[in-house]
């Protein structure tokens, strides 16, 4: 299922992807048969005098004839634009966010949610491409953002300080410094959405909640339409200053993330189907972050 333009296209999105198979089953043998004609008739009117008579107009067959190739070759490169603009692979590293954020805002309607640490990796790419709007919005007018990271307010084995033997040990300040990290993203979207629903030509909205528990996934649904899904390391350390002492805080950017598309396999349509509701369902379940007050109302 797919929203576009605030509408739910669930009736007509099976359509397209019935005419689709149809015409991917369809269409090469159709070309095949008609080339093989255009040859097989040129061929003739050679050593057949009346049929070369009849096609006395050859020029104007060859000149279709180059039109259907450049149809052709016209499909192929449209086919290889869009496997270049959004990787086929099946599994893509975080660091190559970029591309898919700039994939998601070449629509009217773009919605971005998010699932897992600070969410750095994907913040950096949405403010540039917020900021960007001002100047050029495209086609976009309409950008809605939900990003869930953990309650840093509560114990947690990860992030916290590596202890004797490995033990994990909860570090109030540690999370109070990513709770920190957190709120200014969040501020920072929010003020750059804010200005574009003012300049009036896009309505944005920008909102961060928190959930229990530690970071284990990293999903991003971009558009209800594509799904990447990765695990975090949670046993990688860092150092953030001097020699000592050492935390266990995943690392994001470097996170293996597995790719699913509705322009893939049937089977990846249910999957992301199931993506879209769990994020449905924890949205709801999750809390405002503190910084916004314990007034503010969730948004369904």
């Not at 149809?71 to 975080?94: G, N």
């Not at 913040?123 to 709007?133: A, M």
């Not at 929010?190 to 200005?195: D, Y």
Request: hydrophobic residues 35%; neutral net charge.
């Amino acid at each position: 299922m797919s929203a576009r333009g605030g509408r739910t296209t669930t009736d007509s999105g099976g359509v397209g992807n019935a005419l689709r198979r149809y015409q991917e089953r369809f269409e090469p043998v159709a070309i095949r048969v008609l080339l093989l004609g255009i040859f097989v008739t040129g061929l003739t009117a050679q050593f057949v005098k009346p049929v070369g008579d009849a096609l006395q107009g050859k020029a104007y067959l060859g000149g279709a004839l180059l039109s259907l190739v450049g149809y052709v070759l016209y499909d192929a490169v449209k086919e290889l634009s869009t496997s270049l603009r959004l990787p086929a692979r099946r599994q893509v590293k975080s660091r190559e966010l970029g591309s898919f954020v700039s994939e998601a805002f070449r629509e009217r309607t773009v919605d971005i949610r998010f699932l897992g640490y600070t969410g750095e990796t994907l913040y950096n790419e949405l403010y540039h491409r917020l900021e960007g709007l001002e100047e050029d919005p495209g086609p976009t007018r309409r950008v809605t953002i939900r990003v869930l990271i953990p309650d840093f307010g509560q114990p947690m084995t990860v992030p916290s300080r590596v202890g004797d033997e490995g033990a994990p040990q909860d570090d109030p300040d540690f999370r109070k410094r990513l709770e920190r990290k957190c709120q200014e993203y969040d501020e920072t979207l929010s003020v750059l959405a804010e200005r574009l629903t003012a300049h009036g030509r896009i309505v944005a909205h920008c909102e961060y909640r928190v959930y229990p528990g530690i970071p284990m996934d990293k999903i991003c649904i971009f558009n209800r339409e594509l799904v990447l899904h990765g695990l975090y390391d949670v046993m990688a350390r860092t150092v953030p200053r001097g020699a000592a002492p050492e935390y266990y805080d995943p690392k994001g950017y470097g996170t293996d993330l597995n790719v699913w598309s509705l322009e893939a396999a049937e089977d990846s349509k249910a999957l992301i189907a199931t993506w879209n509701r769990h994020l449905d369902n924890l949205w709801r379940l999750a809390a405002p972050p503190p910084w916004r007050g314990p007034t503010t109302a969730p948004t369904p």
